[in-house]
C-alpha cells in the first residue's frame, strides 16, 4: 500500500531516473508509474466496490433510536426489532448500538440525573451523588442494568442526530432560539452537583468555570463530551423517560429549548387535555383524599416514567427518594395499588403486572358490558346530563389535530368516563373507572400509540354523542361494540407472540339479545 507522499516521490524522482530504475527502488511496477505520472491528485481514493454498510447502518440507527424516547427500553427496540424494521444484519444493528452506549459490566450506580438543558451553543447536564441513607444497594443501580444501557443509547442517539457535533461550525446569533444566559444561569445550580457541558464555542466565562470549580467540567469537542457523558451516565441509578422523550420530542429542531429537571412533585403530571379518569377515587372530593391516594396518583406516573417492564420488581426507595416523600408512605401506596389490583404482590413486594391476552379480552370484554349498560341509562336521562360529555367531547376533537397519542388517549379516556358518571348509575360509574385505571396501566405498560387512531376515535366519539343527543340507545351501542373490538386488537396485536384468542373474545362479547 502506497502513501500519498509515496506516490509524489515516484513521480519527482521520474524526472531525473528512469522508469525502470524508479521501479527497482519502489516496489511499483513500471505500469503503475506511468499512472501515477499521469494524475494531478495523488491522494488516496475510495476505494471500488461495495460501500461501505456500516457507516451507513450507523445513520439510520440513530435516526430510529433517537426518536424512540422512553420507549428506547421495549422490546420494539432490541438489535432485533430493529434489524427487522431496516433490513440490515443484526450483527451490523448491534455494532451501531453498541457504538451509542456502554457495556452493561459498566453500569454501576451511585449517581442521579437532576438537569438537562439544551440550547445552541451550549448542553448542561447536572448530577448528584444519591444519598443511599444506609440501605444495602451498595451503589447498585435501582432499576435493571440493561434499561440504562439502552437509555444511554437514546441520549447519545439524541445528540447525534440533533446535529450538536456541528455546532463548532456554526457562528454567528441567527442560530440561537435559547437565550444563552438562561443556560448560563443554570451553572450556579447547588454544590452538591456535578455538572457536565458541552462548550464548543467557548460561551462558558472563565469566572463562572473558576466559580464552580472541579464540580463543572466543560468540554469544547464533540467526541471528549459524548465519551464522558456516557461514562457518567453509567453511573447513574436511573435515566428517566421524561428525559428520553422531551430529547425525542425535540430532535428534529436541534435540541433547541430542552429543559429538564428531576420530579419532586406528588401531583400528577398532566397534559394539554387534563383528565380526571387518570385519578384514583376520583368520585371522592379532592380535598377528602388520603396522602396514600395521592401517591398512587403520582407513583403510577413515576412507574411509567421509569420504563418498568411486566415483572419488573419496584424499588420503593428510588421511588422516594425522587417523590421526596418518607419511605413509609410510598410503600402504603404500593400496598394500596396492589389491593387495587393495578400492581402484582403474589411474588414479594410490588411489581408490574404480567399481561396476557387473556387480561386484556378480560378487562375489555368487562368495559364493553358495562358500557352498554351505561349508554341506555344515559339515552333515558334529559338532555341536560349530556352537557359535560359535550363538553370531554371537544377535548377529544382538540387533541386529535396534535397527533399526540397521549392526549388523544386521556381526552378519549375522560370521554368514557364522563358518559360513565352522566349515567347516573354509581356502582357502574365506579366499577368503570377502576377499569379504566387498569387499561391506562396496560396502556403504559405496552406503550401504544393511539395518534394513528385520532380520526377514527374522534369519528366514534361523535356518532356516540349523537345517538345519545336522539335517545338512540341501539345505534350508540353498535358505535360503542366497534370502538372497543378496534381498542382491543390494537392493543392484542402486541402480544401477538402469544396469539389472540379471537373465538374466546366472539364468545366474550356476543349479545344475547
Known sequence: MYSPEDRRAAVAALKTDTIAEVAARTGASPSTLRRWAGRSDLADRPRSGRPPIQATADQVVEALVATAGARISGRDYSTRALSEATGLSQSIVSRSVRSLTVPVAEVTGGRELVLAASGFPLVILGFRAVDTGGDDSNGRPAVPPRRIQRRIAGIAAALRSAGVQRWAQRFGSEHRQTPTADLLALLAGEENEELLVFDPLGEVPDDTVAEAGPRARVHRGFVEFVAELKSVLAGCQDIPGSLLDQLAARVRHGLEGVLWRESVQIEPRRTSITSDSMEISSWLPKETRSITEHLAIALREEIIDSGYDPGDRINPRLLSRRMRVPRASVDAALRRMVDD??????????????????????????????????????ALRPQRYLVPVQLALR??????????????????????????RASGLRESARTFESLTLRLRLFISILQLDYSPASDRIVSDDRAIFRSLSRSDAKTAIEVWRGKVDNAVRHMAGLLGRRRFDQELWTQLTRSLG
Open 395 to 420: 377535548q377529544v376533537e382538540a387533541s386529535a389535530p396534535t397527533r399526540s397519542g397521549i392526549d388523544v388517549e386521556d381526552a378519549d379516556l375522560h370521554f368514557q368516563q364522563e358518559l360513565a
Open 341 to 378: 389490583k393495578l400492581l402484582d404482590g403474589s411474588r414479594g413486594g410490588a411489581r408490574i403486572p404480567l399481561i396476557t391476552t387473556v387480561d386484556v379480552l378480560d378487562l375489555y370484554a368487562a368495559r364493553m358490558a358495562i358500557g352498554e349498560v351505561v349508554l341506555r341509562s344515559l
